[in-house]
Structure formats: structure tokens, C-alpha cells
């Protein structure tokens, strides 16, 4: 069972960077790709599901990016220390949100929510004016 921890979040404002970390335990990171989704309490609450950010595979030679974030938002993964991280320049005022880090194991970069085994608790980024 692998367990993971994001951490990383804060109150920043627009135009500011942050650096999000997904730590795991329970197993190695290294046999699944690995996904960042986001989720905001008003969607919560209509029932949507949790909005694909960014996703790279096992071997870390792809990834894939929402439109929405691409060009300012990285992921990345560092096996040697179990840990995959989203970095986030030029934050907007929309990114806030609750952001999870999820592994899968048999859908690659797939970004939908369903496909994949585990999750984070969350971590809340909050974006400022």
C-alpha cells in the first residue's frame, strides 16, 4: 500500500511561484506514473470530479499538461528520494485550490481521476491579487 504526503501549499500572490512536493511510502514511486490534480470546494460540491494538472510517466521521459497550465506549471520525479514534485510559476487567482498528488500503475499518462490507485490527502495553494 503506498501511502502519499503532499506538502508545499500556501497563500501566495498572483504572479508568485510555489513548489509542490508528493512524498511516498509503502512502496517505490519508481513503478507508477505519477499525477497532480487540483479541486476547488465550489466544484467539490456540484459532484465534479477533481480536475486533471499534470501527469509523467514511470520512466519520467513524458508528460502531460492540462491546457490550462501549461507553460507555467513542471512536474517532475526524483525516485532516489520517492518523491515527485509540480512546480508552478506565474500562479492566477484560478489556481487556487486544493491540489493531490495520485499514483497509477496501469494507465500511464491517462488524466482521469479513476485511473489511478492512490492519493494524497492534499495540499491548499491559495492565490492572492
Known amino acids: 500500500q503506498v501511502q502519499l504526503v503532499e506538502s508545499g501549499g500556501g497563500l501566495v500572490q498572483a504572479g508568485e511561484s510555489l513548489r509542490l512536493s508528493c512524498a511516498a511510502s509503502?512502496?517505490?514511486?519508481?513503478?507508477?506514473?505519477m499525477g497532480w490534480f487540483r479541486q476547488t470546494p465550489e466544484k467539490e460540491r456540484e459532484g465534479k470530479e477533481r480536475?486533471?494538472?499534470?501527469?509523467?510517466?514511470?520512466?519520467?521521459?513524458?508528460?502531460y499538461y492540462a491546457d490550462s497550465v501549461k507553460g507555467r506549471f513542471t512536474i517532475s520525479r526524483d525516485d532516489g528520494k520517492n518523491t515527485v514534485y509540480l512546480q508552478m510559476n506565474s500562479l492566477k487567482l484560478e489556481d487556487t485550490a486544493v491540489y493531490y498528488c495520485?499514483?497509477?500503475?496501469?494507465?500511464?499518462?491517462?488524466?482521469?481521476?479513476?485511473?489511478?490507485?492512490?492519493w494524497g490527502q492534499g495540499t491548499q495553494v491559495t492565490v492572492s491579487s
Open positions: 509503502g512502496g517505490a514511486l519508481s513503478s507508477y506514473a
Open positions: 480536475e486533471f494538472v499534470a501527469v509523467i510517466s514511470w520512466s519520467g521521459t513524458s508528460t
Open positions: 495520485a499514483a497509477n500503475r496501469q494507465y500511464g499518462l491517462g488524466p482521469h481521476p479513476q485511473l489511478y490507485d492512490y
